[in-house]
């Protein structure tokens, strides 16, 4: 059954999404080997042969992309820094993912004063604005990843929630959950073997959403400068970058994480067009 399931989706893969997967699966190989990958220490201030600080220099065979304004490799950070944005990426989307098909299984199936509640927490959620929020929690806090995830699981889990509870309310007047109800089967049963299963595939395409958006959001916190000033990541490299006035002259300093943001992000989006042909296969078809 699980190998029908698996053909079948695989075989809904355009190459579009066949080329988002590859993009998401080199940067994965890239974020495990990073170790390996590093050509210098991303920390350390090279120098010249006359002993000067390698300030600004542009890509060579010793630092393929270049140096900083203060004579660090760019190179090594950008591959380093794969591990915490795919870090707050995956860990923030699972967790929303989560949280949000849970808890639209609950408003849905028991619906009225349930339902009721849970949708104005929901309405709630949506009046904050996203990214101020995170700013101020990380500022109230302390600037690190786990608490740039914190954020992004507190408000994004609205989204999946909202959707899915829509997706629930349908379901549960089907046959099958009507005739799992007269077998006797307790709600818990039904909302998790009846309802859940046909509801995955939904839930992976906001899962891929998910992570795409907690990128975009790691990378925004931490370019203003709240990220962890320990923890190498992209959004970081482009506030060093920024700061320090070389956004205009240093082209290798900037282009290399943004094309990876975009990249990760561009992945993830086609990725999610495969989840979503599998939840409607006439999709497929215009």
């Known amino acids: 059954m699980m190998q029908t399931k698996w053909a079948r989706w695989m075989s809904l893969l355009s190459a579009k999404q066949l080329l988002g997967l590859a993009i998401l699966v080199l940067y994965l190989l890239i974020a495990l080997m990073a ?11 090279n120098r010249t042969e006359r002993g000067l600080v390698a300030r600004l220099q542009p890509p060579s065979s ?13 190179f090594s950070p950008l591959v380093i820094g794969t591990r915490a944005t795919l870090l ?14 849970n808890v639209g299984l609950i408003s849905g199936y028991f619906g009225g004063w349930v339902d009721e509640v849970i949708m104005r927490v929901v309405d709630i959620a949506y009046s904050i604005p996203f990214v101020p929020f995170i700013i101020i929690l990380v500022t109230l806090l302390e600037p690190s990843l786990w608490n740039i995830i914190l954020g992004i699981v507190l408000l994004f889990w609205r989204s999946p929630t909202r959707v899915i509870r829509s997706q629930v309310l349908t379901l549960k007047t089907r046959p099958f959950v009507k005739a799992a109800r007269v077998a006797g089967a307790g709600d818990l049963r039904i909302i ?95």
């Not at 270049?66 to 760019?74: E, P």
């Not at 070389?246 to 992000?265: E, M, Q, T």
């Open 88 to 101: 707050v990426g995956i860990v923030a989307a699972f967790c929303v993912t989560l949280i949000g098909t």
């Open 62 to 74: 010793q630092h393929f992309l270049g140096t900083t304004h203060m004579g660090r490799d760019v």
């Open 35 to 45: 170790p390996i990958l590093m050509t210098h220490d991303p920390w350390e201030i």
């Open 192 to 286: 998790y073997t009846q309802i859940a299963p046909n509801i995955l595939p939904l839930a992976f395409l906001y899962m891929t959403i998910s992570v795409g958006w907690a990128v975009v959001t790691e990378t925004s916190v931490s370019f203003l400068g709240l990220g962890d000033p320990l923890v190498i990541s992209w959004g970081q490299m482009l506030n060093l970058a920024f700061l320090s006035g070389a956004v205009r002259h240093a082209w290798w300093w900037i282009v290399p994480p943004g094309i990876s943001i975009i990249l990760i992000v561009v992945a993830m989006f086609m990725i999610g067009e495969a989840s979503e042909e599998y939840a409607n296969p006439r999709l497929k078809s215009r």
